[in-house]
């Protein structure tokens, strides 16, 4: 075994990071009108080279801005689609006292168009930050949001009857190409690496998630063949040489999850039929199963194992997780397998009940484990 010259990495992540506090000030600041968005922007860019720089301190090779400009890991992206209108999120209390966030309203009002490049600024700076480090192997990363976000939230429902009669294909169609339209606009400005983030496949491991899509009028069974589709006209127009990821998210909001369940109701819709490259899948805890879904990975697929929670800041054992890396690697061939965090430590600006010194040891921990189990 080796390393991986090429992304995903043996240590690899997901992208969010804890937003630094000086951040959150500049952006309330923002909010009352006291700043300017150019004057945030230079905050945002301060914490950004900081993060760059702790990301490569740390000993990863794959580098993202921490989503350090975005509020919600999503809707941030989907409302600069044409077409897209969302909401803001609601959060609520629950009756154990920890707070979740309801799911955002996404709607679909018109045609679907890619009006504007949407991360291409942002990450032209991330690059030059990366560059200017000036150390051999780093690559820059772009996070954006799964097009499947657009479907699942409302269904049929949420997508004007005016603009799209029929879903199947004009609706997909639509979509995969203002994908691609942004997808290009980044690989012309040298990005080789973007990982999708979805929820949706996740939440369909979830009893309860599955008879939401029932009510909605969908099925939990087709659904995941259909997503697989809907994603393959993605990557058929994807830029040649671009590494297209997704993640597997069940939700992460200040430390709480919003799906549990096996992923062996979508493992071969997902691992076996989408034409991606990478799939992070979450395995920090009993909530997500065990490892026979990997049986159905494609031979020139590689899965990034999630097996390091950033919800916590207690500290995973090494052995241990090189134990779960050998019995993952019964069912999927240990040079197609990667290590990383579950999830990101800061899927909306509100950040997971964790320590920026632990946010350090993890990545730590996942750095060191994967140097010595593929060395």
């Known amino acids: 075994m080796s390393a991986r010259t090429t992304p995903p990495f043996r240590a690899d992540h997901v992208g969010s990071f804890l937003r630094p506090a000086y951040l959150l000030q500049a952006r309330e600041q923002k909010a009352r009108g006291e700043i300017t968005p150019a004057q945030l922007r230079e905050v945002e860019d301060r914490a950004i080279d900081e993060i760059v720089r702790f990301q490569a301190d740390v000993g990863l090779q794959s580098i993202t801005d ?10 941030d992206f989907l409302e600069q689609l044409g077409g897209v209108k969302t909401d803001i999120p609601v959060t609520v209390k629950k009756p154990d006292g920890t707070e979740e966030l309801a799911p955002p ?17 942002d990450f032209q700076y991330l690059k030059s930050r990366v560059e200017a480090l000036g150390r051999p192997g780093l ?40 994908y691609a339209a942004e997808l290009q ?19 369909l491991c979830d009893e309860r998630m599955r008879e939401a899509a029932r009510q909605r009028g969908d099925d939990p069974n087709e ?43 979508v493992a071969e819709a997902l691992l076996s ?3 991606l490259d990478a799939f992070f899948l979450e395995y920090d805890d009993d909530r997500s199963g065990d490892f026979r879904p990997l049986r159905y990975l494609g031979k020139d697929k590689i899965v990034v194992l999630g097996l390091v929670t950033t ?27 990667c290590l990383s965090p579950q999830c990101g430590f800061s899927s909306t600006v509100h950040g997971n009940n964790i320590a920026v010194e632990d946010q350090r040891r993890k990545l730590a921990l996942v750095v060191e484990t994967a140097q010595e189990v593929w060395r």
């Not at 690559?139 to 269904?155: A, E």
């Not at 009857?161 to 997909?172: I, T, W």
């Not at 606009?185 to 939440?203: K, R």
């Not at 063949?225 to 993605?234: E, G, L, P, T």
């Open 311 to 337: 919800k916590f800041g207690q500290l995973e054992g090494k052995d241990l997780l090189k134990r779960r890396i050998d019995e993952a690697a019964k069912y999927a061939p240990l040079d197609q397998l």
């Open 273 to 275: 039929e989408m034409k």
């Open 223 to 265: 659904l995941p063949h259909r997503y697989a589709a809907f994603i393959n006209k993605v990557v058929a127009l994807k830029p040649a040489g671009m590494t297209l990821a997704m993640h597997l998210c069940r939700g992460n909001f200040k430390s709480t999850h919003a799906a549990a369940g096996n992923y062996e109701p």
């Open 66 to 75: 921490g989503e350090f400009r975005r509020t919600y890991f999503h809707l």
């Open 105 to 121: 309203a996404i709607r679909v009002i018109d045609k679907v168009r890619h009006v504007k490049d949407i991360q291409l600024a």
């Open 139 to 178: 690559r820059p990363k772009v996070t954006i949001p799964s097009p499947t976000m657009l479907h699942f939230r409302g269904g049929r429902a949420g997508i004007s009857r005016q603009a799209y009669p029929e879903l199947d294909p004009v609706f997909y169609d639509d979509v995969a190409r203002a």
């Open 185 to 203: 606009s980044l690989a012309d400005a040298g990005c080789d690496y973007v990982q999708m983030d979805d929820t949706n496949l996740a939440y």
